[in-house]
């Protein structure tokens, strides 16, 4: 049993920098999949990144790639999502979601099924 625990968020000015941490029990990073997803208030939610810790195969959504990019540190089992640039557009509710991984290789994606955990989700809010 996995179990998500998210940390940073908050609010920040357009072009500002935020980082998101997800800290992960129950397995080591390397036996996980981690994605990132963010619902804006009227909006479906929307998958922004994924990695798969082990191959260091990640995926961005077209709207984000440039501006957010991956980190880990193995030592607190934790994935962070480091935002920069950030826009008006990126102001949402932001969860971590993460799956048990145990193949030679995975391609993660950034729909919601394949996850089975899912983090508490934590506010980013981007305005003047």
């Known amino acids: 049993q996995l179990q998500l625990v998210e940390s940073g968020g908050g609010s920040v000015q357009p072009g500002g920098f935020l980082r998101l941490g997800c800290t992960v029990s129950?397995?080591?990073?390397?036996?996980?999949?981690v994605g990132w997803f963010r619902q804006a208030p009227g909006k479906q939610r929307e998958g922004v990144a994924c990695i798969w810790n082990r191959g260091s195969v990640t995926s961005y959504a077209n709207s984000v790639r440039g501006r957010m990019t991956f980190d880990r540190d193995y030592a607190k089992n934790t994935v962070f999502l480091q935002m920069r640039s950030l826009e008006p557009d990126d102001t949402a509710v932001y969860y971590c979601a993460a799956l048990g991984v145990s193949s030679d290789y995975y391609r993660c994606v950034l729909r919601s099924e394949p996850y089975t955990f899912w983090g508490q989700g934590a506010q980013v809010t981007v305005s003047s």
């Open positions: 129950g397995l080591t990073l390397n036996d996980v999949a």
